[in-house]
């Protein structure tokens, strides 16, 4: 035969809703001005469903806490300051660079940045960039400035170290062009021209060998058109 379920109290419900004093555990924050703090509520209920007792934890549900600040859900705290490590390289002129890490601190709600600070890679060492600041691992080519240079003899003219390109033009013999390898040629036809280049590399230049030099005898003239680094100035 069917039996009717009894209330477990006036009031109360079946014999399968939770027994009387059985608790509800609530997550909460506590929302002080050092940011929100998680926490436990255990509330205690009897068979009416009123709360008869209220017990705040910290999360491990055991050690009791006690709120300072505003009690409400974790979703109503506001977003705290966001932080990111971002490394860096510092580029020098002459191409080479030092690594470093900068430190942000950003506001998680709008993304801008608040506070900004640099340091070695030790993440500790204070650092402070000289040069351009840019991703790692950025091919950065030497700067490189065309000059010509017109010579009357007497005079001999060294080529730059470094220098991509070169082109010789010989108004008035005779010249003297000695290479990298030593030889030695003498020009002595007006008006006649030669080029040399080097191929450059993934993130570099080409380097034409050295030493180069063209002697320009009295009564003889030369122009001269190269391609070197710009921070070696004016080397005419």
Do not use: K
Request: proline fraction near 13%; aromatic fraction near 6%; glycine fraction near 12%.
């Amino acid at each position: 035969m069917a039996v009717e379920p009894l209330p477990c109290a006036p009031g109360g419900g079946t014999p399968t809703d939770p027994p009387c004093g059985a608790a509800t555990v609530l997550p909460l924050c506590d929302q002080t001005p050092d940011g929100c703090v998680p926490f436990l509520r255990h509330l205690a209920h009897d068979c009416d469903g009123q709360v008869t007792a209220v017990t705040d934890t910290e999360p491990d549900g055991v050690t009791p806490y006690t709120p300072v600040g505003v009690v409400g859900d974790c979703d109503d705290c506001p977003c705290e300051d966001g932080t990111r490590v971002v490394p860096l390289c510092d580029y020098q002129p002459d191409g080479t660079s030092t690594p470093f890490l900068r430190h942000l601190t950003y506001d998680s709600t709008s993304g801008q940045v608040t506070e900004e600070r640099d340091t070695e890679t030790d993440g500790v060492t204070p650092y402070t960039p000289v040069g351009e600041v840019g991703e790692c691992g950025q091919c950065r080519p030497t700067p490189m400035c065309p000059q010509l240079v017109g010579l009357s003899g007497p005079e001999t003219w060294d080529m730059p170290e470094g220098t991509e390109s070169l082109s010789i033009t010989v108004a008035c013999g005779p010249v003297t062009v000695t290479d990298c390898a030593g030889n030695s040629t003498v020009v002595n036809e007006c008006n006649t021209a030669f080029r040399w280049s080097a191929p450059p590399g993934d993130c570099a230049p080409g380097r034409l060998c050295g030493p180069f030099t063209v002697d320009v005898p009295d009564g003889a003239a030369v122009y001269i058109n190269f391609l070197s680094p710009c921070d070696l100035g004016d080397v005419s």
